[in-house]
């Protein structure tokens, strides 16, 4: 099997894992979002720690790298539970497609703060992604316009979050870095999960503490399929989450999407599609100049 069949292969199980990871947050029910991120955030700490100690580095990455990895796991962690409380709130296939504008918002991000220059079809791609948002918010500037806006900031904070990481790039082992993170979130939601606490049946527990084991899964999948593949070349098939969010809407919570959303779905997208066409040919060409 080629690298970029096991590329695609470990971007659509990781697109399972982040789809399930979101499933099981809404199935857990009437818990505090705090508590909920907590919960999920910690099994991914205990696993990412495995990783840590059995490779032998550091648990919390290098000294010149600390600003980056603090700055990376706040923003990260604003942005789960913005997202979760989108997830809460809405229906999951509309949440985790807001969510998805994060490419789009990485690249403004880029240019602003990495100097990278944004080209045309890239800031096309973007204004049609974000004319796909408005077909799945359907705005209407009322109270259940919040879980909405809770979902598009939830992409920027991630959008800010990966950011960073492109400026950490292989500075930090992922693993290291995942665990970074979700100790920062565990610690930093704690009081706020203990001021506000709301006890659990032993389904809820079973219900976040998978949720914790699936988004372990997605990050690590996620991080291990660009090891095999350049994003260029395989990012297209992590948008697998919102087909996989839309069955499981339907299957699990008998919510189906309405049209306007459907129309969304697709304008955001087709606006990835041609994105991801265009950086593979942008990319064959200084291929061939060199």
């Known amino acids: 099997m080629s690298n970029r069949n096991k590329g695609i292969i470990l971007l659509l199980i990781s697109a399972f894992g982040f789809s399930m990871m979101a499933a099981?947050?809404?199935?857990?029910?009437?818990?505090?979002?705090?508590?909920?991120?907590?919960?999920?955030?910690?099994?991914?700490?205990?696993i990412a720690f495995g990783f840590v100690m059995y490779n032998k580095e550091r648990l919390f990455g290098k000294k010149e790298n600390q600003k980056l990895l603090l700055s990376r796991s706040a923003l990260g962690t604003i942005g789960m539970v913005l997202f979760f409380y989108a997830i809460d709130n809405l229906v999951l296939s509309d949440a985790d497609m807001l969510n998805k504008l994060s490419p789009f918002l990485l690249i403004i991000f880029s240019a602003i703060f990495l100097k990278e220059k944004a080209r045309l079809y890239q800031i096309i791609a973007i204004i049609v992604a974000f004319i796909g948002t408005l077909f799945i918010i359907k705005p209407a500037f009322s109270v259940e316009f919040i879980p909405y806006l809770?979902?598009?900031?939830?992409?920027?904070?991630?959008?800010?979050?990966?950011?960073?990481?492109?400026?950490?790039?292989d500075k930090e082992k992922f693993?290291?870095?995942?665990?970074?993170?979700?100790?920062?979130?565990?610690v930093t939601l704690l009081p706020?999960?203990?001021?506000?606490?709301?006890?659990?049946?032993?389904?809820?527990?079973?219900?976040?503490?998978?949720?914790?084991?699936?988004?372990?899964?997605?990050?690590?999948?996620?991080?291990?399929?660009?090891?095999?593949a350049p994003a260029r070349e395989i990012s297209i098939f992590f948008y697998s989450t919102v087909v996989y969010s839309a069955l499981i809407s339907i299957i699990l919570f008998d919510q189906v999407p309405d049209i306007f959303s459907i129309l969304g779905y697709f304008t955001?997208?087709?606006?990835?599609?041609?994105?991801?066409?265009?950086?593979?040919?942008?990319?064959?060409k200084v291929e061939a100049a060199q």
């Open 268 to 284: 955001i997208f087709g606006a990835s599609l041609y994105m991801f066409l265009r950086n593979n040919k942008e990319a064959k």
């Open 24 to 46: 099981l947050v809404k199935l857990s029910g009437d818990v505090p979002t705090v508590q909920k991120t907590l919960f999920r955030n910690l099994v991914s700490a205990i």
């Open 175 to 186: 693993y290291t870095i995942v665990f970074y993170f979700s100790f920062f979130t565990t």
């Open 192 to 228: 706020f999960t203990i001021a506000f606490y709301e006890p659990m049946s032993l389904k809820q527990w079973v219900y976040l503490l998978s949720a914790g084991a699936f988004a372990t899964l997605g990050q690590f999948g996620l991080t291990i399929a660009y090891k095999f």
């Open 150 to 169: 809770s979902g598009i900031f939830s992409a920027v904070f991630a959008a800010g979050a990966y950011t960073l990481l492109r400026v950490l790039g």
